[in-house]
Nanobody, 117 residues
Framework: QVQLMESGGGLVQAGGSLRLSCAAS????????MGWYRQAPGKQRELVAS???????NYADSVKGRFTILRDNSKNMVYLQMNSLKPEDTAVYYC???????????WGQGTQVTVSS
């Protein structure tokens, strides 16, 4: 089992910044991938950014150049630095952990990010 705890969400004006954190605990093994997903009302959950334990990174096109994902393997933490936020970034953001050899992973409870125009 793996437990994930997100923090750092909130309300920010367009153009502002937020930093999300996710603390992972439990049976954390490598190689693995940790990622941030988001789900806006009435929409499907989508990948925002992911990073493997070897620091291979992937971003959604909509956040490239604005968001940065970071991972600290020694602390089992993953971060999402979000700059130049837009109203369309408003969503519940979820942290995910998955072993690379498996298809399914674990989810955090989510943290709300609201960007006002």
């Amino acid at each position: 089992q793996v437990q994930l705890m997100e923090s750092g969400g909130g309300l920010v004006q367009a153009g502002g910044s937020l930093r999300l954190s996710c603390a992972a605990s439990g049976n954390i093994v490598r190689p693995s991938i940790m990622g941030w997903y988001r789900q806006a009302p009435g929409k499907q959950r989508e990948l925002v950014a992911s990073i493997t334990s070897a620091s291979v990174i992937n971003y959604a096109d909509s956040v490239k150049g604005r968001f940065t994902i970071l991972r600290d393997n020694s602390k089992n933490m993953v971060y999402l630095q979000m700059n130049s936020l837009k109203p369309e970034d408003t969503a519940v953001y979820y942290c995910n952990y998955r072993r690379l050899v498996l298809l399914n992973g674990f989810w955090g409870q989510g943290t709300q990010v609201t960007v006002s125009s």
